[in-house]
């Protein structure tokens, strides 16, 4: 089997000298196949093979660095556009101030996440922190439905939360996120859902290489009313005077609606940014290990190049000090 | 190429910072996080809890004894913040009861605007909006947040622009037949009669 194998490749037999083997090759899955075994345990890998490895090392290296320029590129684009939406959520907050422990019987847990993949964990960060909260909400009597909006957390959670899912959103970003989408999102939502509380859950962008799971939590106006009166945090609305419309309950419904989209809105162009940077450390990452991987493959070429070239002399050597003497 | 890339993006949070830093955990923050740590702990205990918008922003100051002599103004849109923490005299909003003067002291307020003229008065300087429609919170701490959809400074306006968009909608609105269109027309013409008389009044 072993002459069968050496005929395929065409090369020499070894001879009885043995150089030393070439096992320093770690990354080394190289077919068996093409490793010839020697009579005295000398192992030759084709070049060929280890030629094709480089070549095709070579390329990924190209695409993920190019994959990273590209993400650094929309990046830029869009960190302008979220840190100018940063204000938008404040005042809201300010107001109404911010209840994640609030104690409802129906919530919606909204997962923002992306449609395309090679980011890194930030969706799998957000699905985790999704489930949780549907674990920390649960209890008799209390129900917690989910939201998804892109590709990745659909995935995993139609997988096992399948009979909660309530609403699943995808190919957001196919035209550049603008506010009258997101508004015409959230009124999709709104429309569709019954919910108490609304918690959002996104990465939240800090830098190019830190990115922060965050949950913002939206009440229903009967909710902010119940807690209103029942004192607390937002034990100060009852102060304010609110003007215009019939009723207190109809201006309030209106607010909870705006401040819905505007929080989604900024979440959105969040987690934008954060699967941006996320996708170029990634992608970074993955070249350096590409480069590193064509270096230990470029030895390995050297090496069994080197070893062929030596066997032959040998033989040639050897053959003529045999024909002398 | 990417040491520019590298340098633009270590610029630009830092300069967004100034308006709004974020500044992690202040103590006011903690109280409902608190609440909220405790029990993702006892559930999840092997993840650390998300972070809630209560922990970026810088808290608000209580209400001071005394009427301050300036209103701290923070306007904001989607797309920007126009101004940020400001302060200034007067502010008169649209609201949908009408034109409403804020002044330093004003009763705390939850009001919602309509189309209409936004004016910040700041010494003898009057800049003026027009708004398309949002919210204002008046706080007893002299704050106004304004926050609306869409605003553009009055001379960005095209006065034939709006006429003819005005023609437009009377149009649509005679020839209406559902609800749904009858009221997008209506609101079509409330927010070009509004612009109308922005730029005559």
């Known amino acids: 089997m072993a002459m069968a194998a050496l005929r395929r490749e065409g090369r020499r037999f070894a001879p009885l000298i043995s150089p030393r083997p070439i096992t320093a090759v770690r990354s080394s899955p190289i077919a068996p196949s093409h490793q010839d075994e020697g009579p005295i345990g000398v192992r030759y890998i084709s070049t060929q093979v280890v030629r094709n490895r480089m070549k095709s090392v070579k390329n990924i290296q190209k695409i993920t660095k190019a994959m990273k320029m590209v993400a650094a590129s929309k990046l830029r684009a869009v960190q302008t556009k979220a840190e100018n939406s940063r204000g938008l959520w404040q005042p809201f907050t300010a107001l109404l101030g911010d209840l994640p422990s609030v104690d409802v019987k129906k919530s919606v847990v909204v997962t923002i996440s992306s449609d395309k993949g090679l980011c890194g964990g930030i969706n799998s960060t957000s699905v985790k922190m999704s489930k949780g909260i549907h674990k920390l909400n649960s209890g008799p009597e209390k129900e917690t439905k989910y939201v998804i909006l892109g590709e990745k957390a659909k995935a995993q959670l139609i997988r096992d939360s399948k009979k909660d899912i309530q609403l699943i959103i995808t190919e957001l970003q196919k035209n550049p996120l603008n506010y009258t989408q997101v508004s015409v999102l959230a009124d999709e939502i709104l429309k569709n859902v019954e919910f108490d509380a609304l918690r959002i859950v996104f990465n939240k962008f800090h830098s190019v290489v830190s990115f922060v799971p965050t949950v913002s939590t939206v009440l229903s106006p009967e909710i902010v009313e119940r807690e209103a009166e029942s004192g607390g945090k937002l034990g100060d609305l009852d102060n304010y005077e609110v003007e215009g419309g019939e009723t207190k309950g109809e201006i309030l419904q209106n607010l909870a609606e705006f401040q819905f989209s505007c929080v989604m809105f900024n979440a959105v162009l969040e987690n934008a940014c954060s699967e941006q940077g996320a996708r170029m450390s990634a992608m970074d990452s993955s070249s350096r290990n590409a480069g590193d991987m064509l270096d230990r493959l470029t030895l390995t070429y050297n090496r069994t190049r080197q070893a062929s070239i030596t066997t032959e002399l040998i033989e040639i050597i050897s053959g003529a000090s045999a024909l002398e003497g | 190429m990417l040491r520019q890339a590298s340098r633009l993006l270590a610029r630009g949070p830092i300069l967004a910072a100034r308006p709004r830093p974020f500044s992690t955990d202040l103590p006011a923050a903690q109280s409902a996080d608190a609440t909220f740590t405790e029990a993702w702990a006892k559930v999840i205990p092997n993840m650390d809890p998300p972070k809630t918008p209560l922990s970026f922003m810088q808290p608000r100051p209580p209400t ?138």
């Open chain 2, 64 to 201: 001071p004894s005394s009427i301050p002599s300036k209103l701290t103004v923070n306007f904001v849109l989607p797309y920007a913040s126009e101004l940020a923490t400001k302060e200034v005299d007067m502010v008169i909003v649209p609201a949908t009861t009408g034109q409403m003067g804020v002044l330093p002291g004003h009763v705390a307020t939850i009001a919602e605007l309509k189309p209409g003229v936004l004016s910040v008065h700041e010494g003898n300087e009057v800049t003026k909006y027009f708004v398309s429609s949002g919210f204002v919170f008046i706080h007893a701490n002299s704050f106004a947040d304004i926050i609306a959809v869409e605003a553009v400074p009055l001379d960005q306006l095209d006065a034939n622009l709006v006429q003819k968009g005005l023609a437009d909608f009377t149009s649509k609105l005679s020839s209406a037949t559902t609800d749904l269109e009858k009221a997008e027309a209506q609101i079509g013409i409330d927010v070009h009669s509004a612009l109308n008389s922005a730029l005559t009044g």
